[in-house]
């Protein structure tokens, strides 16, 4: 991958790498959410979300000083490491089948605060979590996250035609698994 040269966090950059306390602030404050949003949709678990985004800005921090202006864009390596942890996080998992579901506390809404919109929340990311991995991947990467077809297919590693092949697929999928919400209304 090689940056266009205009990196808006290549100046922070140098900061972290020179143990400037404001640039960390500054590029957590620009970063973190949008690597926390990632990770949670890809792996539907906030705790282990948290666990992914403090991997990668701990990576990112080591990788400060060593950092080539003009390599790469800074986001877009940082969105290829949370990727990576999510993935490696994904194939970990193991399903293991009991005759009972295990006792949850239900950390929802109240059931007088947005009951309907938390149960179609649910339904979006259930059927989100049911896609393949790449088509999951495209998905959260362009509506999600908001990146661009050019720049989601050069963090997949895939030309844009095949990225926007894995996007119609994905979004077959989620409409025909959400149908339901459409005839009634909800969608």
């Not at 080591?62 to 202006?69: D, N, Y």
């Not at 259930?126 to 996250?145: D, K, N």
Request: neutral net charge.
């Amino acid at each position: 991958m090689v940056s266009d040269g205009n990196d808006p966090d290549e100046a922070l950059l140098a900061g972290v790498g020179r143990g400037d306390p404001s640039a960390v602030r500054t590029l957590l404050d620009r970063r973190l959410p949008r690597i926390l949003a990632l990770a949670r949709r890809m792996l539907n678990d906030s705790g282990e979300a948290e666990d992914v985004a403090q991997e990668t800005f701990l990576r990112a921090w080591k990788q400060a000083r060593a950092w080539k202006p003009g390599a790469a864009r800074f986001d877009t390596w940082l969105h290829r490491v949370a990727l990576n942890l999510c993935y490696d996080r994904l194939r970990r998992r193991r399903e293991v089948v009991t005759d009972a579901p295990p006792e949850q506390m239900d950390t929802g809404p109240a059931p007088d605060a947005g009951l309907l919109h938390a149960d179609l929340s649910r339904r979006v990311e259930a059927a989100l979590a049911a896609l393949p991995a790449r088509q999951r991947e495209a998905i959260v990467l362009c509506h999600h996250q908001g990146l661009g077809n050019i720049e989601a297919a050069r963090l997949m590693e895939i030309s844009v035609e095949a990225l926007e092949s894995l996007l119609s697929r994905g979004r077959r999928a989620l409409k025909a698994s959400l149908a339901d919400l459409a005839r009634d209304g909800a969608a």
